[in-house]
């Protein structure tokens, strides 16, 4: 399985929702191939996508031991040529999988006219979108530094179940493949640190939209999507 390589510079003047795709590393590659096969199915109401995503939302929130009846539904031969059963790192990179593709199933549901996999659109990107007119809301950023300051995965992974049910009720779409690469390096001190500053770094970098539609211009080389090399937050 290949990465996906979409990484693009800044631009001044460039609309910030389009400057910059982070690169997909190994988990988060199977994950958005996963659900753009899903959510193609979903939106054109293919029973199996249907039945799929219903049974996956299920599981969202929880982490993958708590419901192994899903497993078969969200890993395949696919994930296993790429992570071998007996490999050490496979288990991290099962849990981080499976974590993405259940928040996605919730994000995605009743939501037969659009997708809410979106390529670059990252979590701090999108958490900002949920404060129209680019004041700050003091209880959602509470909320938000909480998911990324969680003393444990567990925690996390359940703050930010309530995060995309409120993206989901205000249609705001999110990178499902990004997420997952960093609900895997969040397994780690070190990771969940790097995941913490990029969440904050796309909420700061994050223009809301114009009057007329465009986005604000974005600082010269700054990411809008949580990209892996992200400054702190301040």
Known sequence: MTTTSTSTPARKGAAANTAYVPDLREVGTFVDERVR?????????????VSTLAKLR????KPIE???ELVGLTLDHRFYETFPVEAP???????????????????????????MHKRGSGLG????????GGDIDEPLRKRFVQAGSAADHATRLDRLRGI????????????????????????TPAG?????????????????ERADGAAQDAEPGTPDGDGPDAAPES
């Not at 496979?90 to 199933?105: I, S």
């Open 125 to 132: 990107g999108a958490v900002r979108r949920l404060m129209p």
């Open 164 to 187: 995309v049910s409120l993206l989901r009720t205000e249609d705001i779409p999110l990178d499902y493949g990004l997420l997952a690469d960093q609900l895997h390096d969040a397994r």
């Open 89 to 115: 790192r496979t288990e991290a990179a099962e849990a981080a999988a499976h974590e993405a593709l259940t928040l996605y199933a919730l994000h995605q549901q009743s939501k037969r006219e659009r997708g």
């Open 66 to 68: 708590a419901v192994p």
């Open 192 to 208: 969940a640190a790097r995941v913490r500053r990029a969440w904050g770094r796309g909420f700061q970098a994050h223009r809301p």
């Open 37 to 49: 096969a899903l959510q193609g199915g979903y939106l054109k109401d293919l029973s199996a996508a």
């Open 58 to 61: 299920r599981g969202a929130g």
